[in-house]
């Protein structure tokens, strides 16, 4: 498989795991099972407290990446699991755990078919096992087998007016995935669906997709400034970007500028005070 493909390159990683995602995925497993009942409202205040808001691009890919890790936290057949955008004639990878996640979306995006293809274009969960794949898919099955995956769980990220993509796992045991992982996948895609459709409510399917893409590919300057404050501050990765976001909001100045201007500032005198 290809090293270099610019639909995968800019993908960030999933958010590492923590105390908030772990108590999230618990969360949504309890409610699959109906031993707590939580309604996808309540969810996604949950999911949106781990991120706390979405008002622009690089809000809404941490919340994508804390889709992703509490996605992968909750399922434990999912070996790897990414997130596809799939919108105004945009096809990429926004979030991945590993490069595995990678590889095996970019087959995907060179065939035109798979599960997570289908399931942001059908707005269906996909759950299907390596031999059923090889007969609705066999150019990215055998891509994929060879790559070790064997099973597929894909759910659509869906908004009132339109599909924004794909949340994917990938598992390399043969039915690793089974109907409850299903319906689990189904509740935490629902509970982010309010915060993408309040973002993308007033916004074209072509405006939205080159946002998210833009924001990638110029995303590392945000990526580096948590990094500094994480090992500065000894915090998390959401209370890094928490700063810079409340930073952003009381300077009136753009999220990735604050970052950049935080990062040029450590670089060039260490000794300064951080955001």
């Not at 916004?203 to 995303?219: F, I, K, M, W, Y």
């Amino acid at each position: 498989m290809t090293s270099s493909d610019r639909r995968t390159d800019a993908s960030l990683p999933a958010a590492a795991a923590d105390q908030d995602a772990a108590e999230a995925a618990d969360l949504v497993v309890a409610a699959a099972v109906g031993v707590q009942q939580v309604s996808a409202t309540e969810l996604g205040r949950m999911l949106l407290a781990v991120n706390r808001s979405v008002v622009d691009e690089d809000e809404l890919l941490s919340l994508l990446q804390n889709l992703a890790q509490i996605a992968q936290e909750a399922i434990p057949g999912a070996d790897s699991t990414g997130v596809t955008i799939d919108l105004g004639g945009h096809t990429y990878t926004a979030v991945h755990t590993d490069q595995r996640t990678l590889r095996v979306d970019s087959e995907q995006y060179d065939s035109g078919e798979g599960p997570c293809l289908e399931a942001a274009r059908t707005r269906q969960i996909m759950l299907v096992d390596a031999e059923e794949a090889a007969a609705t898919w066999p150019q990215f099955a055998a891509a994929a087998r060879a790559e070790g995956i064997r099973s597929f769980l894909a759910a659509p990220l869906v908004t009132a007016d339109q599909t924004l993509g794909s949340l994917n796992l990938y598992g390399r045991s043969r039915s690793a995935f089974d109907s409850f992982d299903a319906e689990i996948l189904d509740l935490l895609t629902e509970s982010v669906s309010r915060a993408i459709g309040d973002f993308a409510r007033y916004r074209s399917a072509q405006d939205v997709a080159t946002g998210l893409q833009r924001a990638l590919e110029t995303r590392a300057p945000i990526e580096q400034a948590k990094g500094m404050l994480m090992a500065i501050h000894g915090i998390d990765a959401d209370e890094a970007f928490e700063r810079l976001r409340r930073e952003s909001q009381n300077t009136n100045i753009p999220l990735r500028a604050v970052a950049l201007r935080l990062v040029e500032r450590l670089t060039s005198a260490p000794d300064d005070e951080a955001v």
